[in-house]
């Protein structure tokens, strides 16, 4: 993130720009859509590359093959990766598990309303998070689950048993690095899928 270059909103293939829905709320829609396990490879590639896309009728997109609109979408999460990935604080949230705590976060840090803000892009999205403060609840409740248990002695039981009972009940599913993990994996998964459907046709 550099203050002179402008965040990345299209990817180029071929000489020409292809424009996508940057927003913190699309990025996070298609985490959720790539580990749904009720939908299938094939549909899952395709409501993924319509939420980024196809509202972009003068580029005309959705009459691109499969292997360009893989490749179209490999090249999206290609650009937003880098800032992606500079999150310090994967290990002790998840965007999912913690919905209520960051948007109050951001309402009483920033006073922005996330549900009037839905086209912010993604990597302001991440570096307001990254930002807030040590007094919002979520900075709080990621704090009780990285702070380490203190070795025990005659003095600390009581603290002890305190923190273990934050760290329960704070306890996430799947942490945010664990799902972007997951994300990555299946996300290579369904492009060679892909990719191997369209060499067939």
């Not at 094939?42 to 590359?49: D, G, Q, R």
């Not at 691109?64 to 994967?90: A, C, P, Y």
């Not at 380490?148 to 942490?175: D, F, G, H, S, V």
């Amino acid at each position: 993130m550099k203050f002179y270059e402008e965040f990345p909103t299209a990817i180029e293939i071929a000489g020409k720009k292809y424009t996508f829905r940057t927003s913190f709320e699309t990025i996070l829609m298609c985490q959720d859509i790539l580990q749904n396990k009720d939908l299938e490879d094939i549909e899952k590639f395709e409501i993924m590359y319509n939420i980024l896309f196809t509202f972009l009728s003068k580029i005309r997109t959705w009459k691109k093959d499969v292997g360009f609109k893989v490749k179209m979408i490999r090249l999206v999460f290609e650009t937003l990766q880098d800032e992606q990935k500079k999150s310090k604080k994967q290990k002790a949230f998840d965007f999912k598990q913690d919905a209520k705590e960051i948007y109050a976060g951001f309402m009483q840090c920033y006073g922005i309303d996330l549900f009037s803000c839905k086209r912010l892009h993604w990597w302001k999205f991440i570096a307001l998070f990254n930002g807030l403060s040590a007094d919002t609840r979520i900075m709080q409740i990621i704090d009780i689950r990285q702070r380490p248990i203190p070795a025990p002695t005659k003095y600390n039981a009581e603290e002890r048993a305190a923190l273990i009972r934050l760290k329960t009940e704070y306890q996430l599913e799947m942490t945010q690095e664990e799902r972007e993990e997951q994300f990555a994996d299946n996300l290579f998964d369904l492009f060679e899928t892909l990719k191997n459907m369209a060499e067939k046709r």
